[in-house]
Nanobody, 128 residues
Framework: VQLQASGGGLVQAGGSLRLSCAAS????????MSWFRQAPGKERRFVAA????????DYADSVKGRFTISRDNAQNTVYLQMNSLTPEDTAVYYC??????????????????????WGQGTLVTVSS
């Protein structure tokens, strides 16, 4: 199993970045996918998720309207388009996968515990 995150970097406030997470070793099309982030000295926190069927997306309040998660099952890749970045978005971004084709009610996709596989993270730094 591999989740390879990429696309991080240094960007000025107000700028944009697109993160990618390429998956292999499990059935991507039956996996709910997520992005979490961890700032220095803080816990890993939920950012965005998309259900395995693609019909449901969920976002942290702090990124709603600025970030968009999407998936390409043909490429086994999940993306995170990040716009209007602020210094508060600075963190290591991790993608997570729940490969069990489960459906969650409410904000169940925000629960870190459901994701069995994790990538290595990609660093996003937003300068003011």
């Amino acid at each position: 199993v591999q989740l390879q995150a990429s696309g991080g970097g240094l960007v000025q406030a107000g700028g944009s970045l697109r993160l990618s997470c390429a998956a292999s070793g499990f059935t991507f099309s039956r996996s709910s996918m997520s992005w979490f982030r961890q700032a220095p000295g803080k816990e890993r926190r939920f950012v965005a998720a998309v259900s395995w069927g693609g019909a449901t997306t969920d976002y942290a309040d702090s990124v709603k309207g600025r970030f968009t998660i999407s998936r390409d099952n043909a490429q086994n890749t999940v993306y995170l388009q990040m716009n209007s970045l602020t210094p508060e978005d600075t963190a290591v971004y991790y993608c997570g996968a729940d490969p069990r084709a489960r459906t969650y009610s409410g904000h169940g996709l925000q629960n870190r515990a459901i994701y069995l596989y994790w990538g290595q993270g990609t660093l996003v730094t937003v300068s003011s």
